[in-house]
């Protein structure tokens, strides 16, 4: 569990962040929503630590992130899963050499146990026969799941996702959604997942931070949206007339149940 208490961050003399507080769930897709310059990165930063909150606590199972040693901290990092917006694989090493990197990085194991490692996560990801292509070789969703296979591939207690949605189509975004989803129930993880996909939010939202010019707006889970009481918060998410129409039928069906 990650638990953000009263952090603030301001940079050249306007606030970001507004004394935020929130907790994140082990064993949970626990999404950070929100619109461009509310906050959403700053605070996904600040929880992994690139970015230094000018107040509050970020706390890691109880062990405040900011009070940590330089080697607790690298301890801490090799618990960490990443899987950034671009993908951001190296494109001069094979598929399978950029799932094992951070085995390199953080492991003492052997050529073959990081081999054997690597391939165990791409078949995960249901990704096999790609193992000596490159990058630019293989597709967009295909580099997605790379990138998923390397952040699993130190078996992270903590998974971070940067927009994992962007750039890919419609039915590709469904299945990494599912995988995401699938991967963090089945390690345990307490997974963060940082987006403006609203149906990544309504599929697999199950404990949802909405931040709103900074402030922590709402939370609450997919279905905990359609009844909603936030002006902010339907304005952002049934901005489209698709998802007007869904939240009407939800809340005249629940009416005519209660009824």
Same mark, same amino acid.
């Given at each position: 569990?990650?638990?953000?208490?009263?952090?603030?961050?301001?940079?050249?003399?306007?606030?970001?962040?507004?004394?935020?507080?929130?907790?994140?769930?082990?064993?949970?897709?626990?999404?950070?929503?929100?619109?461009?310059?509310?906050?959403?990165?700053?605070?996904?930063?600040?929880?992994?630590?690139?970015?230094?909150?000018?107040?509050?606590?970020?706390?890691?199972?109880?062990?405040?992130?900011?009070?940590?040693?330089?080697?607790?901290?690298?301890?801490?990092?090799?618990? $960490?899963?990443?899987?950034?917006?671009?993908?951001?694989?190296?494109?001069?090493?094979?598929?399978?050499?950029?799932?094992?990197?951070?085995?390199?990085?953080?492991?003492?194991?052997?050529?073959?146990?990081?081999?054997?490692?690597?391939?165990?996560?791409?078949?995960?990801?249901?990704?096999?026969?790609?193992?000596?292509?490159?990058?630019?070789?293989?597709?967009? *969703?295909?580099?997605?799941?790379?990138?998923?296979?390397?952040?699993?591939?130190?078996?992270?207690?903590?998974?971070?996702?940067?927009?994992?949605?962007? *750039?890919?189509?419609?039915?590709?975004?469904?299945? $990494?959604?599912?995988?995401?989803?699938?991967?963090?129930?089945?390690?345990?993880?307490?997974?963060?997942?940082?987006?403006?996909?609203?149906?990544?939010?309504?599929?697999?939202?199950?404990?949802?931070?909405?931040?709103?010019?900074?402030?922590?707006?709402?939370?609450?889970?997919?279905?905990?949206?359609?009844?909603?009481?936030?002006?902010?918060?339907?304005?952002?998410?049934?901005?489209?007339?698709?998802?007007?129409?869904?939240?009407?039928?939800?809340?005249?069906?629940?009416? *005519?149940?209660?009824?």
């Amino acid at each position: 569990m990650i638990e953000v208490r009263n952090v603030t961050k301001s940079f050249d003399g306007k606030t970001i962040l507004h004394d935020v507080s929130a907790d994140f769930y082990t064993g949970k897709t626990n999404l950070i929503i929100g619109q461009s310059g509310s906050g959403k990165t700053v605070l996904m930063k600040s929880i992994v630590g690139l970015i230094v909150p000018d107040t509050g606590q970020i706390l890691y199972d109880g062990k405040d992130l900011l009070a940590l040693s330089q080697g607790e901290i690298r301890l801490l990092r090799s618990e $960490i899963g990443m899987l950034f917006q671009g993908s951001a694989l190296f494109d001069s090493l094979t598929v399978i050499e950029n799932v094992m990197f951070p085995l390199m990085m953080f492991t003492r194991q052997t050529l073959k146990e990081r081999m054997k490692r690597a391939e165990f996560c791409l078949d995960r990801v249901n990704l096999t026969g790609a193992n000596n292509l490159y990058p630019s070789e293989i597709s967009g *969703g295909m580099q997605k799941r790379v990138a998923i296979a390397r952040a699993i591939a130190l078996n992270p207690k903590y998974l971070f996702c940067d927009e994992p949605n962007s *750039g890919l189509d419609p039915k590709t975004s469904l299945l $990494i959604d599912e995988l995401v989803s699938d991967i963090t129930k089945e390690y345990n993880m307490t997974t963060i997942i940082n987006t403006h996909d609203m149906n990544s939010v309504m599929g697999i939202g199950e404990n949802i931070i909405f931040l709103n010019k900074g402030h922590k707006e709402w939370v609450g889970t997919k279905e905990d949206i359609f009844t909603s009481q936030s002006q902010a918060l339907n304005d952002f998410v049934f901005a489209s007339d698709l998802f007007k129409e869904v939240r009407e039928y939800v809340v005249t069906n629940k009416q *005519g149940h209660l009824s």
